[in-house]
């Protein structure tokens, strides 16, 4: 397959997932206070909790997202054109 066959649906896809993500992360703001009384644990453990959430949609994003990493990954066709 060379190209994409329908470009303004992946661009709509990837937007889509984009928003979602940006909203995921926003949410756990108010969730700070909640978390460790509805999970039993410390304020500590929730705040390493989000962190590792945030960094991993950091990493996933930069990687996704093509540029310096664009050669290794799978999706470079939709790239390419």
Do not use: C, K
């Not at 703001?29 to 644990?41: A, H, K, S």
């Amino acid at each position: 397959m060379t190209g994409v066959r329908r470009p303004r649906l992946l661009i709509a896809v990837i937007a889509f997932a984009a928003l979602l993500g940006t909203l995921t992360q926003a949410l756990f703001v108010p969730l700070l206070g909640i978390l460790p009384d509805e999970l039993g644990v410390s304020a500590t453990a929730v705040s390493w909790l989000i962190t590792g959430v945030l960094v991993t949609g950091v990493v996933a994003s930069a990687i996704t997202s093509g540029g310096r990493y664009r050669r290794q990954v799978p999706l470079q066709r939709f790239w390419s054109r």
